[in-house]
């Protein structure tokens, strides 16, 4: 598809002034959320290790789920809100390239829904970060012991799954700015 | 546009075309600052100055123990957070009344650029509620699968302190979100006038 400048069909208004081409960059980017999305979301849900540990006195085998935390669990909601949230944006987002007479309702929509999503995601990775980073380092001035030195295949995924949500949250403020820089480009000169 | 037929005073009728701007250029988003600055303010200090110490008795031996925010990674993130989100309300603050007074085709670039940055500084924020949410959870009610035992019967009034923050901060962070609302919607409205 040839770039083009975006026209208006109605002819009550003025047209606007020639903005980018931005729906295509848009769709990218939205596959780019769902893509992260269920990659993260499956690479955690796939972590369960399970290790002999010693437990008073005897090795007994203890499991590690992501369902042992709240702030995992949290986590994986979050994502699966975000998931579900950028296929629904993204076929949205495609079917506005086929009607152009939608875009500027799309545009507003898109960003108030895509800065509450934003702000999930961005407390699910801070939580779960911040729940790996006790479990890699410990904390010794409240007690708490380093589990990954045992559960390695464990923090490996957790690692992985936090990494390519930051990720997922860079594309959402990427999307945002998107939005707001065409915004900003329809104001007339 | 609307049309007004309108009457003088030697009864001479004149239509009148009154052209309206499509809705009034709303600036609340200065009290927005002003309150998002004085919440994630408020937060700092709570956190920054807060520290309890008690004395352990554990088989016989003694030993004091100090919760402060530097024992705590996640803490420190949250401080930290908060405190360049309070600087950040600040110096948006003086800008955008700059820029307001300077003429509009200027501060459209400049309120594009503050947009932007509000909603760097609404994630950051949001991730670092998450971050001491999380860990006051733990705090709270141990978590027995990983073995990490709760604190907070032993320092009570401090976990109640780093509530009440942890709330003003969430607060705070709302207030950003709005914000951003608030930034896109101004944008928009020029736009269309």
Excluded at chain 1, 92 to 118: G, H, M, R, Y
Excluded at chain 1, 144 to 163: E, T
Excluded at chain 2, 142 to 158: A, P, R, S
Aim: hydrophobic share 50%.
């Amino acid at each position: 598809m040839a770039s083009t400048d975006i026209e208006y069909k109605s002819t009550s208004t003025p047209p606007p002034p020639a903005g980018l081409d931005y729906f295509i960059v848009d769709v990218i980017l939205r596959f780019l959320l769902l893509a992260a999305s269920v990659v993260a979301l499956g690479v955690i849900v796939s972590s369960d290790q399970t290790e002999l540990v010693l437990f008073q006195g005897t090795l007994v085998p203890q499991p590690a789920k992501f369902q042992h935390s709240p702030a995992f669990v949290y986590f994986v909601a979050a994502f699966s809100v975000s998931g579900l949230y950028a296929l629904v944006s993204a076929l949205a987002s495609v079917a506005v390239i086929q009607k152009p007479e939608f875009k500027l309702k799309f545009l507003l929509n898109f960003i108030f829904w895509d800065t509450l999503i934003l702000g999930i995601i961005a407390s699910a990775t801070g939580a779960a970060g911040t729940v790996a980073y006790i479990g890699l380092k410990g904390n010794s001035h409240m007690g708490w012991i380093k589990v990954c030195n045992v559960y390695d295949k464990f923090c490996r995924h957790l690692a992985g799954s936090i990494a390519v949500a930051l990720f997922g949250s860079i594309v959402t403020v990427l999307l945002i700015w998107l939005s707001a820089f065409t915004i900003h480009s329809r104001i007339p000169k | 546009m609307t049309t007004h037929t309108k009457t003088n005073l030697d009864g001479v009728h004149s239509d009148v075309k009154v052209v309206e701007k499509p809705t009034k250029e709303r600036s609340h988003d200065l009290f927005l600052r002003f309150l998002g600055l004085s919440l994630t303010l408020v937060a700092t200090i709570l956190v920054g100055v807060d520290n309890q110490t008690k004395v352990i008795s554990y088989a016989e031996m003694k030993f004091r123990a100090t919760a402060k925010w530097e024992y705590m990674s996640a803490m420190v993130f949250f401080v930290v957070s908060n405190a360049i989100a309070c600087s950040y309300a600040a110096a948006s603050l003086v800008i955008t009344v700059m820029a307001r007074s300077s003429g509009t085709r200027k501060s459209d670039f400049t309120d594009l650029v503050i947009t932007a940055l509000d909603l760097v500084l609404m994630a950051l924020l949001f991730s670092a509620n998450g971050a001491a949410c999380a860990v006051g959870l733990i705090a709270q009610k141990g978590n027995k699968h990983l073995q990490w035992m709760k604190v907070c019967d032993v320092f009570d009034t401090y976990c109640r302190h780093m509530t009440a923050a942890l709330v003003l901060s969430i607060i705070g962070s709302s207030v950003f979100l709005l914000l951003v609302l608030h930034s896109v919607l101004k944008l928009h409205y020029r736009s269309r006038s």
